[in-house]
């Protein structure tokens, strides 16, 4: 069973939203709850890139391209972890993955596809 399980991908219009959520359901409180949540993207012949990262604490970090577009969050409580992405463009076509940095490792979602259409 994997660690993490994003949901939430599909295709859309140029200029519509999509909201991805990833869910940590096996993992344990105290473990999920310091761990820095991060959404990383890659497109076809392209290397991963960070999209938005939330640590322990909620301290957000965004990629360049995300220009105030995409809105990172957490909720302990669920150990979930949600992206939502308004304007979207045909450039953020690509597979997203959910990641997590624990104190004692690091897991990867299996990716949701985004698919942006013009």
């Known amino acids: 069973q994997e660690q993490l399980v994003e949901s939430g991908g599909g295709l859309v219009q140029a200029g519509g939203s999509l909201r991805l959520s990833c869910k940590a359901s096996?993992?344990?409180?105290?473990?999920?709850?310091?761990?820095?949540l991060a959404w990383y993207r890659q497109a076809p012949g392209k290397q991963r890139e960070l999209v938005a990262s939330?640590?322990?604490?909620?301290?957000?970090n965004y990629g360049e391209f995300v220009k105030g577009r995409f809105t990172i969050s957490r909720n302990n409580a669920r150990k979930t972890m949600d992206l939502q992405m308004n304007n979207l463009q045909p450039d953020d076509t690509a597979v997203y993955y959910c990641?997590?940095?624990?104190?004692?490792?690091?897991?990867w979602g299996r990716g949701t596809q985004v698919t942006v259409s013009s």
């Open positions: 990641n997590i940095i624990t104190q004692y490792n690091e897991h």
């Open positions: 096996r993992m344990i409180t105290s473990t999920f709850n310091p761990s820095t």
């Open positions: 939330i640590s322990g604490s909620r301290g957000t």
